[in-house]
């Protein structure tokens, strides 16, 4: 699945690149963060390190981004910003060839869009080890990943949730059955199609939505009708802010169809030997991404409208990772 990143997130980390014919990175911008050691970075291991941060293109891998360079900073490290790579194939070659040393990746669009396997894995732990070990020979090392798992779902309004009562697609397969009028679903064109997407997690779940219960629509409107309950259920993207904000109810996938993706720092292997300290780093930043988490931050940039960077930095020293210098 190649996962070509739906959203269309904040253009400013763009704004700081040129992305040169090969994936190259041709220009960046110095992070100037005054931010010290929290509770990570004392001591700053990183002091004397130049580091280059990058990521794709959307709301959450710019925080993602900008997370991991703030950290970096806090660590005494020299950053330089090259957030904001169009698309998943830039922002990873970057860090392959070393023209930057490390991203959020997600362990899902490893597995299946880089590493060219077909089938996920659908235990969380299992994927991202052998993804960590698949790319050792490409020079990339996988630190632990976070519980965030930014995946497809199905969700509905609070008013629907009251009245039908269901929290798993198991259990909208059987609503599906027993009154096939209650399940009506909005859908991206793409996912309505997809082996891996509702066609997929039809057969898995034993439905057989008529075609007069599915609506194809962009992947924005989905959210809007969803919480006007328009449709029953809405496709969306477990991580995306507007289910906070819009008070939807996501669904549980039971039988673990949807593929996992969870984030994960890719490191490059020479600048992690280099500066082992990254790990130590970002470890305890990693563990305190969740969905819930994600949700939160996406949505004081795709709601709110803040500016992804100083969400990075609101959050690190809410939780008290960084401090102020």
């Not at 599906?176 to 891996?196: I, K, L, M, Q, Y």
């Not at 629509?217 to 029953?232: E, H, N």
Request: one cysteine or more.
């Amino acid at each position: 699945m190649t996962r070509a990143r739906r959203r269309a997130g904040s253009a400013l980390g763009a704004a700081l690149l040129v992305v040169a014919p090969g994936c190259g990175l041709t220009s960046g911008s110095p992070m100037v963060d005054d931010v010290g050691p929290g509770s990570i970075g004392q001591g700053e291991p990183l002091k004397g390190a130049q580091l280059t941060v990058t990521s794709k293109e959307f709301t959450e891998q710019l925080i993602l981004g900008a997370i991991m360079g703030i950290a970096w900073e806090a660590a005494g490290a020299e950053v330089l910003d090259r957030t904001g790579i169009q698309g998943s194939i830039g922002a990873r070659e970057a860090v392959k060839t070393g023209q930057a040393d490390g991203m959020y990746e997600y362990t899902g669009t490893a597995w299946i869009t880089y590493l060219g396997n077909s089938e996920p894995i659908p235990d969380g732990r299992q994927q991202w080890e052998v993804v960590r070990d698949a790319d050792r020979s490409n020079g990339l090392t996988w630190l632990p990943p976070a519980a965030l798992n930014n995946t497809y779902a199905l969700a509905m309004n609070r008013t629907d949730f009251k009245k039908y009562g269901k929290t798993t697609l198991s259990e909208v397969a059987q609503l599906s059955r027993t009154d096939p009028g209650a399940v009506t679903v909005c859908v991206e064109s793409e996912f309505a199609n997809r082996a891996d997407g509702l066609r997929g997690m039809q057969k898995a779940y034993g439905m057989n939505l008529p075609a007069g219960n599915i609506t194809q629509m962009d992947a924005g409107i989905i959210y809007t009708q969803t919480a006007k309950g328009t449709c029953t259920y809405g496709e969306v993207f477990t991580t995306d802010g507007r289910i906070k904000s819009m008070n939807l109810v996501v669904m549980r996938d039971d039988r673990k169809f949807f593929p996992i993706y969870n984030a994960a720092p890719e490191i490059n292997t020479k600048a992690l030997e280099k500066w082992p300290a990254i790990a130590e780093v970002l470890d305890p930043i990693t563990r305190k991404l969740t969905n819930q988490v994600a949700q939160t931050l996406n949505a004081k940039v795709d709601v709110e409208g803040d500016d992804p960077h100083q969400v990075a930095l609101d959050w690190l020293k809410t939780e008290g990772f960084v401090k102020g210098g």
